[in-house]
């Protein structure tokens, strides 16, 4: 099975029904930081209301690529003569791959357009609300290209995945992942300072194998303090 998958040549792309994807407005107030309590009933009416919008609109995509690759040191070293600077924690946390799935996802370019005519009206807290709902759909889109692997690796396990930014793998790294997928996966563009467009999307890599670490996650190890995500 491992062969067989790892032999792809070209990228899967997926566009999911908007109803496949986990974005719930229970998963968007603890976004917002709303754990236990309730949020006022300012935030549930707003969200309620532009959640109703957005599904209705938006077309989320997602995308992967296997690679045959090793680790050296801090580097992801994968045919065609890629190399990924991840860094030592996401370099340790990827031991064990026998490949490496290159990916991206996004909410996409409706979804970038509803928002940029919304940021026109000058409401901050619905820029605010609607800011967190295309975070939640990027990162449900990038749940359901991990599900759709899931399916390409029966047997196999696969860690969490982790992009660049995080964890001690620079920015730049964004570079090198859209070269390995192709120009402008799922419509998305790269800015010479490595920002995508739509900006609710990720790319980044997972690590494939019968004896990688399918439950750890970089917070762990990161010493990063303003990180967001230890919020959580």
Not at 38 to 64: A, M
Not at 133 to 156: P, V
Not at 158 to 164: A, M, N, V
Not at 193 to 213: E, W
């Amino acid at each position: 099975m491992v062969g067989q998958f790892s032999g792809l040549t070209d990228a899967i792309t997926y566009t999911p029904d908007f109803s496949l994807l986990s974005v719930t407005v229970k998963k968007i107030y603890a976004e917002m930081g709303y754990r236990r309590q309730q949020p006022e009933e300012q935030i549930v009416e707003i969200t309620e209301s532009l959640l109703k919008e957005v599904r209705n609109i938006t077309v989320p995509s997602c995308v992967f690529k296997s690679y045959n690759g090793s680790i050296a040191g801090e580097t992801v070293c994968l045919e065609e003569g890629a190399r990924l600077q991840v860094g030592a924690i996401l370099s340790s946390l990827l031991q064990g791959s026998e490949f490496f799935v290159i990916f991206a996802a996004t909410a996409g370019i409706s979804f970038q357009n509803y928002q940029d005519e919304l940021k026109k009206e000058g409401d901050m807290l619905k820029r605010y609300v609607v800011d967190t709902i295309g975070s939640r759909i990027a990162e449900a889109t990038g749940d359901y290209m991990e599900k759709m692997l899931e399916k390409k690796i029966t047997g196999l396990k696969h860690t969490h995945r982790f992009s660049p930014g995080y964890c001690g793998w620079h920015l730049s790294g964004q570079q090198e992942i859209f070269r390995l997928l192709g120009e402008k996966p799922c419509g998305i563009n790269l800015s010479d300072v490595y920002l995508m467009t739509p900006i609710k999307s990720i790319s980044g890599i997972i690590g494939v194998g019968g004896n990688v670490k399918d439950n750890i996650y970089g917070c762990r190890y990161c010493e990063l303090e303003t990180c967001y995500k230890r919020k959580k």
